[in-house]
């Protein structure tokens, strides 16, 4: 997975398995923290390895550019990543960029968050919400 460093904004390539602890920039060495911020999911093999090997909860918001309730959620998500690094990791998976994963969860409408814990998926909610409201459906 891809990490912007907060001290240089190097881009660092971390294994999703690690997500949950701290890490070293490979650039200027500072501590990266676990991230509290939603991830951005490039390939479908990222995804593959990020839901596979994650020790923590993951978040998988399926969303596009287009999408109005898609911004409206965004913020909520943001909010979940905040508050909970090293607990819950957010990832976003552009259906548009990456169809056959959005395709291989059968994601009708959008914006869809599916919860994956241990590989599988927990819990799925569609149509934007409050941060609190995603957490009391998926049982966050
Ligand atoms: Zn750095």
């Given amino acids: 997975m891809i990490v912007a460093c907060h001290a240089c904004q190097k881009s660092n390539r971390l294994p999703a ?4 602890e701290e890490a070293r920039c490979g650039s200027c060495k500072a501590t990266l923290s676990p991230p509290s911020q939603p991830v951005a999911v490039r390939t479908a093999e990222d995804f593959a390895e990020l839901i596979g090997t994650s020790p923590v ?4 918001d399926f ?3 287009w999408c109005g309730p898609c911004r409206t959620v ?3 998500l943001e909010k979940l990543a ?11 998976v552009d259906t548009d960029a990456l169809p056959q994963v959005a395709g291989r969860f059968d994601i009708r409408s959008i914006p869809t968050l599916i919860l994956f814990r241990s590989g599988r998926e927990s819990g799925r909610v569609s149509g934007a919400m409050p941060a609190r409201a995603i ?3 998926l049982g966050l």
């Fill in 82 to 92: 905040r508050e909970r690094p090293g607990a819950l990791v957010i990832a976003k």
């Fill in 74 to 76: 965004a913020p909520e």
């Fill in 17 to 20: 398995a690690r997500l949950s």
């Fill in 57 to 60: 909860p993951v978040l998988v």
């Fill in 135 to 137: 957490c009391s459906q």
């Fill in 63 to 65: 969303w596009a550019t």
